[in-house]
């Protein structure tokens, strides 16, 4: 089993940024891939940011581009996704996953096969 800890999620006016963090623990070697979601109320959940077990395959959702970034440490087991010029509709939670495997950068829920509790991110306008 693998385990995953979001934590770094918060208030922040907009403009503001935030960095998340994502501890994996359990039965995990740095072969997986890593993705970020995130889910507003009344919507579904949907994909921002993904790292493949090679942090050189990344991928992003159109709405985040140029403004997050993800990154890892495998030597830490833990993901990372900074957030610069956080808009009012970034808000949400948000969501690591991980799904084991020498895999790249992927964006469908189904991808993956372990989910955190999430962290809360509110952008005030």
């Known amino acids: 089993q693998v385990q995953l800890v979001e934590s770094g999620g918060g208030l922040v006016q907009a403009g503001g940024s935030l960095r998340l963090s994502c501890i994996a623990s359990g039965r995990i070697s740095s072969l997986y891939a890593m993705g970020w979601f995130r889910q507003a109320p009344g919507k579904e959940r949907e994909f921002v940011s993904g790292i493949g077990w090679s942090e050189h395959s990344t991928s992003y959702a159109d709405v985040v581009k140029g403004r997050f970034t993800v990154s890892r440490d495998n030597n830490k087991n833990t993901v990372y996704l900074q957030m610069n010029s956080l808009k009012p509709e970034d808000t949400a939670i948000y969501y690591c996953?991980?799904?084991?495997?020498?895999?790249?950068?992927?964006?469908?829920?189904?991808?993956?096969?372990?989910w955190g509790q999430g962290t809360q991110v509110t952008v005030s306008s």
């Open positions: 996953a991980a799904t084991i495997g020498p895999l790249p950068a992927r964006s469908r829920t189904y991808n993956y096969d372990y």
